[in-house]
């Protein structure tokens, strides 16, 4: 039997021992193991016998290709596991739209081992630590409530997303004092130098903004940055600003694979536009997964998107060439209200899914599904004919639906084929009937 065929008996071994077995002697016996472990360490810790450390559980590489090394040196630590302010991260979480239990459970688990916190390092870029200047701030701890920042960004830098412009205002300037008015509810800074019209400007701008309802980010990011987002703004923010709502995303595979440029399996957002369009590239990554699970970029669904809506296009125009042969007046048949129903039905579903951000069911709900339907109605009108004016409506209500995924192929359609006003972007959600 070799080493390595031995770790998961012996893992197993362990874990059973944790969580089902009983301490057989000393003063916690007859207690779970799991139970009697922390109180065995907090007395062997109080008592001198033992100190408390941390190492890797394996081998650890550096991206450079380093062997990674545990040295015991001079460090500040975040202690995020406080008790007050654990239970303040706690009922932010509660209260906060996630999006799915999964996420959710990842956060409480997260809040649950969270303490201290490793902030600084000696080496590197970042921003020094106000009260060591030999240390920089450690780069997830300093990167968590820069949302702040954006709510006023757009005045300190003259409009420009880049940095590249300054506004009136001097970096000096904005103080703490500046800050704290800002974001904080301190005092006026009378001694800013900034004029009072802008820093009651800046201000109206991060009420209005905060608290953010949305937070788009990696799964990976729960256990470290997206946490630490929870714990300082609930350490800074009065509850009015506290965080609304996380949407955590996985990774993105090729063709059910890993992205590796290593093995060709890779493509930027710019190389996919060129092979299969801007809109199938959306059509493809929107069919790609909703939820935390890694998306799936498919090749083949790029290049089935492109006919789907070719094919679409031309089953429109062929309606609207024929437009004189079919049926008019309100739906009046049993086939005519149940496509309509369809259609409303449709209406209502797709626009769940966007609220909630599920691409894939809103795809499928307001085009995949609303084809379906459509083709069902075609197939049961036989000799009799569709009606006209659904025809119409159905080409209105599924160039909206689709738009927000495929932009271009939805333009398209409202202004050259159904010779629409103004842009379908700007057309407004369609407004679904009563469902019966």
């Avoid at 801007?278 to 083949?300: H, S």
Wanted: some cysteine; glycine content about 8%.
């Amino acid at each position: 039997m070799t080493k390595r065929s031995l770790r998961k008996p012996r893992g197993l071994t362990y874990l059973r021992g944790f969580t089902d077995g009983t301490m057989l002697v000393g003063e916690y016996a007859g207690r779970k193991v799991q139970e009697a472990k922390p109180l065995v360490r907090n007395k062997l810790i109080e008592s001198g016998g033992a100190d408390m450390y941390s190492e890797p559980e394996k081998k650890v590489m550096s991206r450079s290709g380093d062997e990674c090394v545990v040295a015991l040196t001079d460090q500040w630590y975040i202690i995020y596991g406080e008790a007050e302010w654990k239970k303040m991260a706690e009922e932010c979480l509660s209260n906060m739209n996630l999006y799915s239990d999964e996420t959710r459970h990842a956060f409480e688990h997260t809040l649950s081992w969270l303490n201290q916190w490793a902030c600084s390092r000696s080496v590197g870029l970042g921003t020094r630590i106000p009260w060591d200047p030999d240390f920089i701030a450690e780069s997830l701890s300093d990167t968590t409530i820069y949302m702040l920042y954006y709510t006023v960004a757009h005045m300190l830098h003259n409009g420009d997303m880049y940095g590249k412009n300054t506004g009136a205002i001097e970096a000096e300037q904005m103080t703490d004092e500046v800050w704290d008015f800002i974001f904080c509810g301190g005092p006026y800074p009378e001694l800013s130098g900034i004029p009072s019209s802008i820093l009651k400007k800046m201000k109206q701008e991060f009420e209005y903004r905060y608290p953010f309802d949305l937070r788009v980010s990696g799964k990976d990011l729960i256990q470290n940055h997206l946490t630490f987002c929870i714990n300082n703004h609930t350490a800074l923010m009065s509850k009015c600003h506290w965080p609304c709502g996380f949407r955590c995303n996985g990774h993105m595979m090729l063709n059910a694979e890993k992205m590796s440029k290593s093995t060709g399996n890779f493509r930027t957002l710019k190389e996919a536009i060129q092979e299969f369009s801007a809109d199938a590239t959306r059509y493809a990554l929107a069919d790609a997964g909703d939820g935390v699970d890694d998306a799936n970029f498919v090749f083949d669904t790029a290049n089935t998107g492109i006919l789907r809506l070719t094919k679409e296009i031309s089953w429109m125009e062929e309606v609207l060439a024929a437009e004189s042969s079919l049926s008019t007046g309100p739906p009046s048949n049993y086939a005519d209200r149940v496509f309509e129903n369809e259609i409303n039905i449709a209406v209502k579903m797709t626009e769940q899914h966007y609220e909630n951000y599920m691409y894939r069911e809103a795809l499928k709900s307001g085009f995949y599904d609303l084809q379906a339907a459509r083709d069902e109605y075609r197939f049961s009108c036989g000799s009799e004919g569709m009606n006209r004016d659904l025809l119409f409506h159905f080409m209105d209500v599924q160039t909206r639906l689709i738009t927000p995924i495929c932009p271009q192929y939805g333009e398209f359609v409202w202004r050259e084929l159904l010779k629409k006003d103004g842009f379908a972007v700007k057309a407004g959600w369609p407004m679904a009937g009563t469902l019966i």
